[in-house]
């Protein structure tokens, strides 16, 4: 036991989910906590849907009983009981080949459940982390702006290129690992209402695939249905693809829609409808996708530690991240508790949260990038129908021994 803490305030960097998620656990414990996010406050960040399963009960102890029972508020569609799971397709042949389960298992928009997140805490907007102290008094956040900030703690839950894991571990240390994979994510699509309709019809919310002949992945999925006039649904269209063409090579907007639209028309439907009605002018993002698996560093007498993509960033072909990123914000806030409480020091507190989270995430940035070879069948296995989300799944979405079900693609 040691002496109760009573004031600790701790500098949470990024207003993404693991971040927003700390600082809602701690408010929740009487904890100060600010958070300092780079992005301006009115800026619409930019969204995708993410699917929350088993993550959901750290989710739940983070939050104040009021947005507990708002939990359904960020989901792509509130009124949806998931009593459908989303379906597996060949998107060739338009045959469905399997469905993906796992506990809870429901979609959420990452700009809706960031709002959702933001209510009642503390956040410093156009807050750009430059540099990290650490003194005997505590913590300094020094920013791009000049300003500069002290706590007991700082966690970097500042995304897959943090500012923080430079700090902790120099540069190149801290430099996400290339893979082969590129993806083009579009959240922004709208469509007449007949069209918006249709694109529901296999599944209201996401439909999922691979493409043999065009050697893609591809999902369209709902991702907000707010507007009772389905002309006002927005839709997510996704397709990743191992080796040529990289970033670079459709750095041009036009040649990149280009190249979507061509490999489309080869899609089966609703897949094609989706992405051949996608705006000309709109101008759909690329990214290579990275990854970086925790590692030994120093965190300085507890002063500094990593959440979410910062500490793990693993490629989202298992849908984990958010998972694994709001377990680290309820095991964070566990963390400083006990310090308050008196029952650990700092120290002892942060290296007890990364033993645990370390290895968890080391494991998952591996099975993820294991299973977008599978998915993306640079590794050929013969196809099972579910395809298991759990903790305790295999990169093949196989449960574990004495898990409950599923049969994965063995
Ligand atoms: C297409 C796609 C689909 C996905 N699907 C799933 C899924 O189905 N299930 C799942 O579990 N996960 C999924 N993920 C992963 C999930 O999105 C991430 O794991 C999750 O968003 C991580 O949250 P985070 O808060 O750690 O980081 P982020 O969401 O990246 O937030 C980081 C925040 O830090 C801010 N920031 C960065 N640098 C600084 C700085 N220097 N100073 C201040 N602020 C800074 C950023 O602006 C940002 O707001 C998917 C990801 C993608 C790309």
New binding site residues.
């Given amino acids: 036991m040691t002496s109760p803490n009573p004031n600790p305030r701790v500098l949470v960097?990024?207003?993404?989910?693991?971040?927003?998620?700390i600082a809602q656990g701690l408010k929740k414990a009487s904890i100060p906590c600010t958070v300092?996010?780079?992005?301006p406050q009115n800026l619409e960040?930019r969204d995708?849907?993410?699917?929350?399963?088993w993550?959901t009960p750290y989710l739940l102890k983070t939050l104040p009983p009021e947005l507990q029972a708002r939990i359904h508020e960020p989901r792509v569609d509130p009124h949806y009981d998931y009593s459908e799971p989303p379906k597996r397709m060949n998107i060739q042949t338009g045959e469905v080949v399997g469905r993906s389960v796992g506990e809870n298992l429901v979609?959420v928009s990452?700009r809706k459940l960031?709002n959702f997140l933001i209510e009642g805490v503390d956040v410093r907007w156009e807050?750009?982390?430059?540099d990290v102290r650490v003194g005997e008094g505590g913590v300094t956040a020094v920013?791009?702006d000049g300003s500069e900030e002290v706590g007991q703690l700082l966690v970097g839950?500042?995304?897959?290129?943090?500012?923080?894991r430079e700090v902790l571990l120099g540069v190149e240390a801290a430099r996400s690992e290339e893979t082969p994979f590129t993806?083009m994510?579009f959240s922004e699509a709208k469509y007449t209402a007949e069209q918006a309709r249709f694109l529901r019809s296999v599944h209201p919310i996401v439909q999922l695939g691979y493409h043999p002949g065009e050697k893609c992945v591809a999902f369209l999925a709902a991702i907000d249905t707010a507007d009772p006039d389905p002309a006002g649904w927005r839709f997510?269209n996704?397709i990743s693809w191992a080796g040529p063409p990289s970033t670079k090579d459709l750095e041009d907007p036009m040649a990149r829609a280009h190249f979507w639209k061509e490999k489309a028309a080869n899609f089966c439907e609703p897949f094609r409808t989706a992405v051949l009605n996608i705006d000309d002018s709109a101008v759909p993002p690329i990214?290579a996708l990275k990854q970086w698996a925790p590692r030994y560093w120093d965190n300085l007498g507890g002063r500094l530690t990593l959440?979410?993509?910062?500490?793990h960033?693993?490629v989202?072909n298992?849908?984990?991240?958010?998972?694994?990123?709001v377990q680290?914000a309820s095991c964070i806030v566990d963390a400083v508790v006990s310090v308050v409480k008196g029952e650990s020091t700092l120290k002892d507190a942060i290296d007890t949260y990364e033993a645990e989270m370390k290895p968890r995430g080391k494991k998952e940035v591996e099975m993820s990038y294991e299973a977008a070879r599978i998915t993306s069948r640079l590794i050929d296995v013969p196809m099972g129908y579910e395809y298991n989300l759990d903790k305790d799944s295999t990169a093949r979405g196989v449960k574990a021994a004495g898990g409950k079900s599923g049969t994965g693609w063995d």
């Fill in positions: 960097i990024g207003a993404g989910p693991s971040g927003l998620a300092f996010e780079r992005q960040s995708w849907g993410m699917l929350l399963h993550g979609r990452r960031r807050k750009r982390l430059a920013f791009e839950s500042d995304g897959g290129r943090s500012r923080v993806m994510n997510q996704f990214d959440a979410g993509d910062a500490a960033s693993m989202p298992r849908g984990q991240g958010l998972n694994n990123a680290d």
